[in-house]
């Protein structure tokens, strides 16, 4: 019986954790994609401007396990290649990693 509500516990603590991840429309997410730009080049979902929508990303990288550190380093140093001729400028050097990688993670988590 203890061990039956041990692995409820468990289970229900992950859950929470996934369950309130900063989700890509929150305020917090939303503040940081406006403050750094993102919003210029990118839709959250829907049609490409000129760069992917974060919905196009997430379907490219779901199931990847680098995908965080991978795309923390692309917007940190921009690059090209990735998603046609248009080169994705580095994020502005005020940007901390704990920003970048909470942007990337919620990009990744667009459904």
Excluded at 21 to 48: D, I, M, W
Excluded at 84 to 90: D, E, V
């Amino acid at each position: 019986m203890k061990l039956h509500h041990s692995i409820l516990l468990v289970m229900g603590c992950l859950f929470y954790n996934v369950a309130s991840a900063e989700q890509p429309g929150s305020a917090k997410n939303t503040t940081l994609f406006t403050k750094y730009n993102c919003l210029v080049c990118h839709n959250p979902t829907g049609k490409r401007k000129a760069g992917p929508s974060f919905k196009m990303v997430a379907d490219r990288y779901a199931g990847n396990a680098q995908a965080v550190d991978m795309l923390v380093k692309k917007v940190r140093s921009g690059g090209s290649g990735s998603w046609g001729p248009m080169p994705m400028p580095a994020i502005p050097a005020e940007a901390s990693d704990a920003e970048i990688k909470l942007l990337v993670t919620a990009v990744l988590a667009t459904q």
